[in-house]
């Protein structure tokens, strides 16, 4: 798939489709405003959504001035920190409510840089899902630990593994989706949190068989705040993953072990 160069574009996508950036938060108050800066100055058109999870440093309160002044932008209120998977859920349904046909996931922190948003968006029109990867040839991690670097290597290893699937960077949260994907996946039913939340909706993308594709990025590690990925959150992935996979070969196994309907006229059968 050739790719453009990040730069600004006004119509991301196909002619006349509005793009949504959902933007989860819980105490990012000192990079919202930038992220969003950022963002509009690589794609004017987008509009954004800030799903803020209660934040108590007043990242939504921020994001309200924000919106009042920019009508491009919006805010979503949740009531307490319920994880990112639930945010991005609660993203989506309001994305396909109010019309929107590709929509974004993207982080507040900096980790994802708004200006390589152009080279996801040009992918879109050949593909249902598009999955910014470090992993794919010119993609990189910049000022990560090694140890950090190594357990998302490692889990997408695993999960490429056990599920059978291509994907190099299926824990990655910079992706675009059409809209008609999610609504396909009934996205509005997955409960997992973190990676395996990203590894959840890529899988079932998978399994519909629709079109995924991946372009390189550069993740660059927060300069402000603390990561939210816990041990806890990668002790679900493991456990999750492992059993989706371990479905999925059982699955395959009694699908090669049932037996095959006759296509065609038996033996001594009269004609």
Request: neutral net charge; glycine residues 10%; hydrophobic residues 40%.
């Amino acid at each position: 798939m050739t790719e453009e160069a990040p730069g600004s574009v006004d119509s991301p996508g196909r002619p006349g489709d509005r793009t949504l950036v959902i933007i989860p938060t819980y105490n990012e108050v000192l990079t919202i405003e930038n992220a969003i800066e950022r963002l509009h100055a690589s794609v004017p058109a987008a509009h954004v959504l800030v799903v803020d999870d209660g934040s108590p440093d007043g990242t939504g309160a921020l994001a309200d001035q924000i919106s009042r002044r920019d009508q491009r932008v919006h805010v979503l209120h949740r009531p307490g920190k319920g994880g990112l998977g639930a945010a991005y859920v609660a993203g989506f349904g309001w994305a396909l409510d109010h019309g929107y046909d590709i929509v974004v996931e993207m982080d507040a922190d900096g980790s994802h840089q708004p200006s390589e948003l152009p080279r996801l968006l040009a992918a879109i029109p050949e593909a249902d899902l598009v999955l910014g990867s470090r992993y794919v040839p010119g993609g990189s991690v910049v000022n990560w630990p090694k140890h950090r670097e190594w357990l998302s290597r490692a889990g997408n290893t695993y999960t490429r593994i056990l599920l059978g699937i291509r994907l190099r960077d299926a824990t990655g949260g910079y992706r675009a989706f059409r809209s008609s994907a999610l609504r396909t996946i009934d996205v509005g039913q997955v409960r997992s949190q973190g990676y395996c939340f990203q590894v959840d909706i890529a899988w079932r993308v998978v399994r519909a068989g629709l079109r995924v594709a991946e372009v390189p990025i550069t993740f660059v590690e927060r300069e402000h705040g603390e990561s939210k990925m816990g041990a806890a959150i990668v002790r679900e992935a493991l456990v999750r993953v492992t059993r989706w996979g371990l479905e999925h070969r059982a699955s395959q196994l009694m699908s090669m072990l049932r037996p095959r309907q006759p296509t065609g006229r038996r033996e001594h059968e009269p004609s």
